[in-house]
């Protein structure tokens, strides 16, 4: 656990309550977890955990890519998905500019409100 922590930037004892699944974590600390286990993100988070490709894109670039593909898909303004999500519009535009760290409650929102699964709204297509 202490190598993992060390290589994920992580403390320890966050280790051990995510594992726990009693905190709410910030995207950016998911992903660091799975760049030191050599996955990818959106597979930590998914059924199975799938080797992460050297040419994978950054995790903020692939969420930002599948949000506003998705919502354009559906037809949706982002006023319109933070009113099926309860994600404030304003947290939409920011993670689809890349500029706000959202967590994973957050992601879980707006993935079901998109049809989603999480997993999906955080892998490369």
């Given at each position: 656990?202490?190598?993992?922590?060390?290589?994920?930037?992580?403390?320890?004892?966050?280790?051990?309550?995510?594992?726990?699944?009693?905190?709410?974590?910030?995207?950016?600390?998911?992903?660091?977890?799975?760049?030191?286990l050599?996955?990818s993100?959106?597979?930590?988070?998914?059924?199975?955990?799938?080797?992460?490709?050297?040419?994978?894109n950054?995790?903020?670039?692939?969420?930002?890519?599948?949000?506003?593909?998705?919502?354009?898909?559906?037809?949706?303004?982002?006023?319109?998905?933070?009113?099926?999500?309860?994600?404030?519009?304003?947290?939409?535009?920011?993670?689809?500019?890349?500029?706000?760290?959202?967590?994973?409650e957050t992601?879980?929102?707006?993935?079901?409100?998109?049809?989603?699964?999480?997993?999906?709204?955080?892998?490369?297509?």
């Open positions: 656990m202490r190598a993992l922590a060390e290589q994920a930037q992580v403390t320890r004892r966050m280790l051990q309550i995510l594992e726990k699944g009693r905190t709410n974590t910030a995207l950016v600390t998911v992903d660091r977890l799975a760049r030191a050599g996955v993100t959106g597979s930590l988070l998914g059924p199975r955990p799938v080797a992460r490709q050297d040419a994978d950054p995790i903020e670039v692939v969420l930002a890519q599948n949000l506003v593909s998705a919502r354009k898909r559906l037809a949706l303004t982002q006023e319109m998905l933070s009113q099926r999500s309860g994600v404030g519009r304003d947290l939409i535009g920011h993670i689809e500019r890349q500029s706000q760290n959202p967590s994973i992601l879980v929102k707006l993935a079901a409100a998109l049809g989603l699964t999480l997993e999906a709204l955080l892998t490369s297509n």
